[in-house]
């Protein structure tokens, strides 16, 4: 089946500090994979995304490289803002199947302090 | 403002009653999605309409129907409510099916 599993949280960095967020998928087909961000009292937000084996996201300094070979896609900022505290939820979909829906992972927590 | 509306934003009601939840997607776009946000379950795919029909079902009770209008806005009906079903319900679209979703602010439900 298709399934995300996603680094446990609560994660709390200090500003500036390097940030990675591990995700790893499985899938039936090509997957395409996606990172959001939840903001405090708000939707779900596309943060980046990738459709392709070796595809590089990157949005607001953040990135993240599907690997087919390792199954994963991890986040990363080299030097995160207060700002960036929110949930991120890594997700899959998979375009063969037609619907396309979103698999999303459980989100992890991030808190920066000043 | 992702350009997807909820209504209502909060809702507080009893068990055992109904409520309908709205949905108006982007402009133009033709595919709805409803999620389940939850503390223990995280978040959950309900079901998804394109155009008017139904394309895919995901973890929805059968105590929750939805449906997409020819306007394309959408509703999401809960019936015979339970203390469980107490959490934020989320819309979104997209113009085609696609992973890349536009997120309303969400429905927050309470069953008492």
């Known amino acids: 089946g298709n399934s995300v599993t996603q680094m446990e949280g609560p994660v709390t960095l200090s500003e500036e500090a390097f940030l990675t967020i591990n995700c790893t998928y499985t899938a039936t087909g090509y997957p395409s994979l996606f990172w959001y961000v939840q903001y405090p009292g708000e939707g779900l937000q596309l943060l980046l995304k990738?459709?392709?084996?070796?595809d590089k996201g990157s949005n607001k300094g953040f990135e993240a490289t599907y690997r087919k070979e390792t199954t994963s896609f991890h986040l990363e900022k080299g030097s995160v803002q207060v700002s960036d505290s929110a949930v991120y939820f890594c997700a899959l979909s998979v375009p063969q199947t037609g619907a396309n829906n979103l698999f999303f992972g459980t989100g992890t927590r991030l808190t920066v302090i000043p | 403002d992702s350009g997807v509306t909820q209504t209502p934003k909060h809702l507080i009601t009893a068990t055992g009653q109904r409520v309908t939840l709205r949905c108006s997607p982007r402009?133009?776009?033709?595919?709805v999605y409803w999620y389940q946000q939850s503390l223990d379950q995280g978040l959950q795919f309900l079901i998804q309409?394109?155009?008017?029909?139904?394309?895919a079902k995901g973890n929805i009770l059968e105590r929750f129907s939805a449906q997409q209008f020819p306007d394309l806005h959408s509703e999401l009906n809960l019936s015979s409510l339970e203390l469980g079903d107490s959490a934020l319900y989320f819309c979104a679209s997209s113009v085609v099916p696609s992973g890349e979703l536009f997120f309303g602010e969400g429905s927050r439900l309470t069953v008492l």
């Open positions: 990738a459709t392709k084996a070796d």
């Open positions: 402009s133009g776009d033709l595919s």
């Open positions: 309409y394109y155009n008017g029909e139904e394309r």
